[in-house]
């Protein structure tokens, strides 16, 4: 080290210019003012006198704490043998249990070595101000790494605030592109913290925004298709009735009386008409809004449909169709709506009628199956093809064969649909062209709830 190299030769120094021994024994009187000098000159060096074996015989020292009696003179002789930079640390009488620099040089009385002078370089004086300086150099060496590890940060910081500030505009400039209209632009990557939560967000949002504004296309679309249609149905029963009365009211004297009685009768049957449209409008307008709640109870469906089959029986017998209800025994009680249920087979039966041609037949069916009782409604009607079934429960759908033109509004089917959802229950149709059509759907049966 530095200490050793600037004071490894003191020993050596004092054993030749004094002579420690006289007759085997310290000069202790001889030899004190020498080393007193050379201590005030360097107050670090703190010297002893050794025997052969490493006994210390007699010392000088800024006080009298020496603790040890013997050094290891093996550490000594390795001293003396070695290079002045690989010489190794040895024993501080003062300071048993801390190894400290030294100095050591052997002592010749008649060319025969009488012992060692050994030289502590470091004492406590000096290793408190090694402490210090240590310390101070620490503090430096803390405040230089303070300011480096300051100035990293700031570097990465000012890094950091332009990368973040470039992706905020990126970021502002697609939220301006959608505001302008462009639907499609979506926040690509920033997929880890604050920024991919605000991405993520935004892109929901936009996904969000534009799924409701087609469905607001979708619905503006459907109104105006609804007043086209509503406008044509209602025009039709309201041309006949304003042609009928306004003939009444011109030949009043010349129509016969069976005349202004066939005239009446036009007149009833399409108020009648126009009553079920106004009917089935404000029904589907009530679905549409969720207006409608189901008031579920117990009932036995083969007394509704008993109702429903005899009700209808002469309109049947008008237009020469069959009309049959196939009921098994004992049926269990059905848990729904009775009046939804009731329109619900009024419109299935409606629409078999609409398609069902002169000397067909429509029959209504019940069977228990799989803890529910399933309905079927079947006709030998026109039918319909595959493609024409996947839309028949669509609002305002209906075919497009000239003999079923003007027969309503189409939305028959599509308040079963409604109905049937609010029941929890789903419609199923099977249809051939000139085969007729089957419609199905169940109801939970009560006796399994």
């Known amino acids: 080290s530095a200490h050793q190299e600037l004071f490894g030769d003191i020993a050596g120094h004092l054993a030749e210019v004094t002579q420690p021994f006289k007759d085997g024994k310290p000069d202790t009187a001889a030899t004190h003012d020498i080393i007193h000098s050379t201590m005030v000159a360097n107050p670090g060096v ?32 390795t001293w003396l043998a070695a290079d002045p930079m690989e010489r190794p640390m040895g024993d501080n009488p003062k300071q048993p249990n801390q190894k400290g620099i030294f100095s050591a040089a052997p002592v010749y009385e008649n060319s025969l070595p009488t012992g060692y002078v050994y030289a502590v370089l470091a004492s406590e004086k000096q290793e408190k101000i090694l402490a210090r300086l240590d310390s101070d150099l620490f503090v430096k060496l803390g405040t230089y790494m303070f300011f480096a590890a300051l100035l990293v940060a700031f570097f990465v910081g000012i890094i950091t605030f332009f990368l973040i500030t470039d992706s905020i505009c990126e970021i502002a400039g697609v939220v301006q592109r959608f ?21 993520s967000t935004f892109n929901e949002m936009a996904d969000v925004i534009v799924e409701n ?3 607001i296309s979708a619905t503006d679309k459907f109104r105006q298709e ?42 009833l049957d399409s108020c009648n008409k126009l009553s079920v449209l106004v009917d089935e409008l404000f029904q589907y307008a009530k679905l549409e809004a969720n207006l409608i ?22 309109k049947a017998a008008e237009n020469n169709i069959d009309l049959q209800l196939d009921i098994p025994k004992r049926l269990p009680p059905v848990f729904a709506d009775i009046a939804l249920t009731e329109r619900v087979l009024q419109n299935l039966i409606e629409n078999s009628f609409k398609f069902t041609t002169s000397g067909g037949s429509i029959c ?45 509004m189409g939305i028959g089917l599509a308040i079963v649909k409604k109905i049937l959802d609010l029941h929890n229950s789903g419609i199923e149709v099977a249809s051939e062209i000139g085969k007729g059509s089957v419609f199905s759907f169940e109801l939970p049966a009560v006796s399994h709830q």
């Open 46 to 77: 703190e010297v002893y006198l050794l025997d052969p074996t490493g006994r210390i015989l007699d010392y000088v020292v800024p006080d009298t704490s020496v603790k040890l009696k013997q050094v290891n003179i093996a550490i000594v002789k």
């Open 293 to 314: 709640v189901p008031r579920k109870e117990n009932f036995l469906l083969e007394d509704l449909t008993s109702d429903i089959i005899s009700a209808y029986q002469l």
């Open 213 to 215: 504004m087609d469905k």
């Open 226 to 267: 609804l007043i086209g249609n509503v406008s044509h149905d209602l025009r039709t029963p309201l041309s006949i009735m304003r042609g009928y009365v306004e003939t009444l009211m011109i030949k009043r004297d010349q129509l016969s009386p069976l005349e202004r009685d066939r005239f009446l009768s036009v007149v």
């Open 179 to 199: 505001k302008d209209g462009d639907n499609s632009a979506r926040i690509s990557g920033h997929a880890k913290g604050n920024i991919g939560v605000l991405t």
């Open 364 to 408: 209504l069916q019940l069977n228990e199956v799989n803890n529910a009782v399933r309905v079927r409604v079947s006709d030998t009607g026109i039918g319909m093809s595959k493609e024409q079934q996947a839309f028949i429960f669509e609002r305002y759908t209906q075919l497009s064969e000239k003999k079923v033109m003007n027969k309503g």
